[in-house]
Structure formats: C-alpha cells, structure tokens
C-alpha cells in the first residue's frame, strides 16, 4: 500500500504565495505588492529589498542556496542563469548572504546567445530580465539543490522583447482593457479587470529509458525517424481510459506530488489514444501563470520520468501511424468579480452580453484565422495538423446546436426567441439515475470548439509553449472588442446598437462556423469555397507575421513592434531548418552506420544459407526469393541516402534563411521519406535480433 500523501498539506509548499507573503511582510509592505499584482505599478525600492529579503530568507529555510530569473525564451523553452546567495565575509570569517530588491528586479543574462531573429548581433550580449510580480516564485528540488525560481520577462538593451512571456503579458492588459469597455457598457461597474483564464491539457509518451537511448533519433530528435508499425496499434482503442499501468502509475503518483508542491493544480490524468501515450490537465489559472505553469509541467515529467528509467516524449508526433500529441488551450474571459464572459446560462438566447461576446470572438477568429493558424505552428506540429487526428489546419468554429440555432435567429430575424434545450438522458436501465444532458454534443475534430463556458483552441502542438496562441487570441480579441465599444458607446441607443451590430457580426462571419466533420474531404472544398485559408505548412504560416493586417494588430495594441514581428519571421525560417538538418543529418547517420551494415550481415548470412541449401540439393527458390527482396530494398535504400546527402550537400549552399526553410520542406523532407520507406520494409524483412535497434513493439509495449 502506498503512503499516504495529504494534498492540502503538499500544495503550494514550494511555492512564495501570497499567503506566505502575508506572515512574512510588513503589512503596509503586503498591500503593497497585493496592489501592484491586482492593478499595476512598481513597488518602491524600499518594499523591492522587504520582499527580496523575506523570500530568500524562506528560500533558504527550505534550504535554497541559489536563485535565478527564470525566463521563456524565443527558443520555445526555459533558461535560467543560477547565482548563490553569497554575499560576504565578515572579520571573523562567517558567511553573510544577501539578496536585494535590485537582484529581485533585474538580472542581466546574456541575450546574444538565443535566438533574436536579427533583434541582436552576436557582438551585442546585454538583455535583462525582470521580475513579473504576478506570477510566484518558486523552488525547483533537482540535482543542482534547492533554487528559488523568480519568473521574468525577457528583454533586449534596446526594449525588444526577447522571449514568449512579454508579448503575452502586453495581450493580456489590451484585451483587459478593451473588454472592461465591453462590461461597462452592459451595466458592470464593480469589476476591475477581466483576466484571461487559461486551462492547457498536456498529452505526451512515456518509453522505456535504455531503449530510447539506443535510438540516435531519440536522442538528437525526440521523435523516431524510421520504425515499421508493429502487428496492433491503436485500432483496438483499448489503450484510451484504459487501466494505468503500475509502472506509468508510479510516474504519475510522483509527478502529482512534484506538481502539487509548486503550485500546479494538475487535476486529470489518464491514458490517451495511442499505446504508451497520456495526459495530464489542470484547473484554470490567470494566463500567464498558466503559461508559466506548463513549462513546469513539461519540465518536471521529464526530470520525474529519468527516477522512474523512463523517457518523457513531447514531440508531436514521435511515432509514425499512431496517434501524435497535442495540448487543448481552454480559454475564456472572467471579470474579477466573478463573472465569466463566455457563460451562456441556461437561456442563451436572452443572455444578450454573452451573445454579443461571442459575436466578437467570431469576427475575430474570422478576420485572423491565418494569424490563429501560425500560433500553433512548428515543424513537429506540421505532421499532426491536417492528418486525421488532429485538428484540421483550416480555422473553423464549433459552437453546437444550441448555439447555432440561435445564431440561426439572430442572423435571420435580428432576434432568438429560444434556445435548444438537452433533455433528460435515458438509458433503459431502472436503478441508473436520469439527468439532463447537455444541449449539444461535442466536436473533436474542430480546431476551435466552443465547449460550455469557453473556447478549446485544439491545434497547439505537444512541446510549444501556450504562451504564443494565448497572445494572438488575446490581442485578435482585443481588437474585436475595441472596434465595437468604439461604436456602441457612441450609439444614441444601447440595446438597439448592440443587436444592430450583433447581427452584422454574426452575419458577416458566419462562415467561420462549421458544426461537421473536419476531417473530411468535404470540408477542404467547402471551406476553400467559403474562402476561408488553408495554410498547410508551418512555414507557409510565417509570412501572415508581416502583413499590413498583422503589423497593425499587433502594433495597435502595443503587443508586438514591427520589427519584433520580423524577428519572430526570420526565427521561424531558421529554427524550421536547423530541425529538419538535425533530423536527416541523424537519418543519415543511423542509416549509414546501423541499418545498412545490420542488413548487409543479414543478407550475407542469408546467402550463405541459400547456397549451403542449394550444394545439398533442396530447393532454395523460397530463401533465394527472400535474398532478393532484401537486397533490392538495400539497394533502394542505398539510392535514398545518397540523395539524401546530395541534398543536405545543396542546403549547405543557401544562406538566405527563407529559401533554405523552404528547400528543406520540398527537398529534403520528400528525400527523408523516400530514405525512410526502404528501411521500414527492411525492419519486416531482417531477422529481430539482427535489428540494430528498439522497434515500435520494443518502445511502445515492452516499454
């Protein structure tokens, strides 16, 4: 039987909340930092050295030694520069730590080594990070010992942000703005802010830790670049809500525990679709501290899984014919005093603020579709979007019966006079309880679903950080709110202006909508027909960063510069190509060194067989039938690398980084196929034991 663990006693242990603010500060020091949280400002350089004082008194209480700023940047993932809490000596020779406001509130790591996309030149290094006060502190327990984590944002000498979390936090104060205009207008005057609630469901693939590590693509790519698919899959679906293995259960009891000690309110664990894959969601936290959350998350099933000998996979797509990961973004609009923007209530069609919400969100969707599209654009998410298991990469709207009908009404009459109700669910059986059913199902094939009291943006890819869909959404809907407050509070009459110009939205982007199966062929030539766009490609998506549209959205909302923009550009040209090189250089060599040479010996050893039966004078037609086909697949195969090479030899040529992005996509990407199809047949043909590494079988059901 396992221990115990009390989870009210674990959450939040290591975490500098504000509870633990509130025994530990002065009180005047206390409303101080509550203010500047809840409503904006700096605190006072006085106050800065209390707070810094007290949290790293804490800190080392719970045995920290050092801390960092722990920052996002344009790399996708975290960086974090670790500093003691030396200060020092006094006469007698004791030690004597220290840890200022200053130190609290900046640090200045060196910005010339991550990606910039042109922002900085190598030879200019200083970037300085800085403290977001609404997001805690934190401990993170690893090898290096105890290190309090201060969550910052990311910056250039020259004020260009520099990673994912400033833009975010830019996109949650314009649409804070502009949907307050919106409340006012219906009549709230108690609420202060409207704070955008985010809840992202993490998917990912545990394997077996020796096995992946006698795989290079493992290793350099976190995805498998060859492997045949074993005898079963996913086809039985029995593997999805299916019982959690002992092995994976221990992962998960650990990692809940790790979790809850920072703070993460992970609540939902299970078994996904695909055999050795899983999720894990939590509850709904303010935007950036749920960004800031999900690198934690990411972080710590990695560091979890090495305890347990395993392998925590989050590539979107580490194996192919089986399920890919991705991460739903739930997002939705909650006023701090408690109301949710996206609530529909029980009558719909008479909740006139909520209607007129979602008339805006659908403009928005509508009008930016391709810029919602590259938010969840990266070259692991490119082999989900599209691929019948995953959201389509054309941006539509699911809203469902109820809702559609009285979008129905409102386009067609200017008003819904009702709303579809549930029902009772019956199911035939006496002693099981009836209930009422909600008043539409759901749709999982549609990228962006409306699913109750908010939207599931369901394209983001299992490794991207939220933060990056979070700040379109915000800022595309900032701007949707800010054109119709800009009408209605110069409207003579309210309620007359407000279905007015409901019914102008709903009707001029009802082609957003779509309640039918996204996966279907039918759908590509309907939505074409509507016009909407289809951009396949992660680098297709970058270009819709410089348009007019784009440079003023973001720029009129003061969330990205033009040139910010430009940079992101250019770092997607380069980090798609960097990714492919790494894959087919690893292909490359997995091919040379390992699957040529193991088919080799087979085929010399099948030889040998071949004659040894034909010098006794049997028939070895069967045996000679099987040589050929082997060797005919090497030599295929051995055709496939040397184009592979060719090309990468080509690509070394190209130093425009738009160009090479685009000839790894059409080039060398087709040349890795056409390498990895030789192989797979040969992975069927050649003795297992002559394999010169862990198949899918291996990885995903021995694992």
Not at 33 to 43: A, D, H, P, S
Not at 62 to 81: D, R, S, V
Not at 502 to 523: C, P, V
Not at 617 to 629: K, N, P, Q, V, Y
Request: hydrophobic share 40%; net charge negative.
């Amino acid at each position: 039987m396992s221990d115990k663990i009390d989870v009210e006693e674990l959450f939040g242990q290591n975490v500098f909340t504000t509870s633990k603010m509130r025994e530990r500060l002065p009180k005047n020091v206390y409303k101080e930092v509550i203010n500047v949280i809840e409503r904006g400002g700096e605190l006072s350089k006085e106050s800065a050295n209390v707070v810094a004082h007290a949290m790293k008194e804490w800190a080392m209480e719970m045995g920290a030694t050092h801390y960092t700023h722990w920052f996002q940047p344009l790399t996708g993932i975290t960086a974090e520069k670790h500093d003691s809490f030396v200060g020092s000596a006094d006469p007698d020779g004791k030690m004597i730590t220290s840890f200022s406001g200053k130190e609290l509130i900046k640090g200045e790591p060196d910005a010339s080594s991550f990606p910039s996309g042109g922002l900085r030149a190598t030879f200019e290094a200083r970037g300085y990070t800085t403290w977001d006060i609404t997001s805690p502190a934190f401990l993170k327990e690893s090898g290096a010992g105890v290190t309090l984590c201060i969550p910052t944002a990311f910056c250039s000498y020259t004020g260009e942000a520099l990673d994912k979390k400033t833009p975010l936090l830019r996109s949650m104060e314009a649409v804070n703005r502009q949907a307050l205009r919106i409340v006012r207008l219906f009549g709230n005057t108690t609420a202060t802010r409207v704070n955008v609630s985010v809840g992202p469901e993490q998917e990912y693939f545990l394997v077996d830790w020796d096995k992946s590590m006698k795989r290079e693509d493992l290793i350099f790519t976190g995805r498998t670049l060859f492997g045949a698919m074993p005898p079963k899959g996913q086809e039985m679906e029995d593997h999805y809500f299916g019982v959690i293995r002992e092995r994976v259960g221990e992962f998960m009891k650990d990692l809940n525990t790790e979790l809850w000690k920072l703070g993460v309110p992970d609540k939902t664990q299970h078994n996904e679709v695909a055999p050795g894959q899983h999720e894990l969601a939590p509850i709904y936290e303010t935007a950036n501290i749920a960004v800031d959350h999900n690198q934690i998350i990411m972080e710590t099933m990695k560091r979890v899984a090495e305890h347990h000998h395993m392998r925590c996979l989050l590539h979107e797509k580490p194996f192919a014919g089986v399920n890919g990961s991705g991460k739903h973004d739930n997002w939705s609009l909650c006023t701090d005093d408690g109301v949710n923007l996206l609530d529909p209530g029980d009558t719909p069609n008479k909740n006139v603020q909520f209607l007129f919400v979602l008339s805006c969100i659908l403009k928005a969707v509508d009008t930016h579709a391709d810029l919602l599209r590259q938010s969840a654009a990266d070259v692991g998410n490119d082999h989900r979007l599209g691929a019948n298991e995953a959201p389509p990469a054309i941006i539509s709207v699911f809203l469902g019966e109820q809702l559609e009908d009285v979008v129905r009404q409102l386009i067609e009459t200017g008003v819904a006079k009702s709303s579809k109700r549930g029902g009772k669910l019956k199911t035939g059986v006496s002693t099981l309880p009836q209930f009422e059913k909600d008043a539409t199902d759901r749709n999982r094939t549609s990228p962006f679903a409306f699913t109750g009291n908010k939207f599931e943006f369901r394209m983001v890819g299992s490794s991207d950080s939220m933060a990056s869909s979070n700040t379109t959404l915000n800022t595309i809907v900032a701007e949707a709110f800010c054109e119709a407050a800009d009408i209605l509070e110069k409207a003579d009459d309210f309620d007359i202006a407000v279905h007015d110009l409901m019914k102008e939205y709903l009707t001029d982007h009802q082609r957003i909508i779509f309640n039918g199966d996204g996966y279907s062929d039918a759908w590509v030539k309907e939505a074409a027909r509507r016009g909407l766009p289809n951009i396949k490609s992660t680098i297709e998506a970058a270009d819709t960063l410089t348009t007019k549209k784009a440079i003023k959205l973001f720029s009129d909302f003061g969330v990205y510069t033009k040139t910010e923009l430009e940079s992101r550009k250019e770092i997607i040209f380069e980090n798609y190509a960097k990714t492919i090189n790494i894959e087919a250089l690893t292909m490359i060599d997995m091919a040379s060194k390992q699957i040529i040479p193991a088919v080799m010996k087979y085929a010399g050893r099948l030889a040998m067989d071949v004659n040894a039966v034909r010098d006794a004078g049997a028939d070895e037609s069967a045996m000679f039938d099987l040589l050929s086909e082997v060797t005919d697949e090497l030599n295929r195969m051995k055709k496939a690398l040397d184009d592979l090479k060719g090309c990468e030899a080509k690509a070394g040529k190209i130093t425009d980084a738009r160009k090479l992005a685009y000839f790894y996509k059409d080039k060398v990407r087709p040349a890795m196929d056409a390498l990895r199809s030789p192989a797979d047949r040969l992975e069927m043909l050649v003795d297992r034991k002559d394999w010169p590494f862990p198949t899918y079988a291996d990885l995903l059901f021995e694992g």
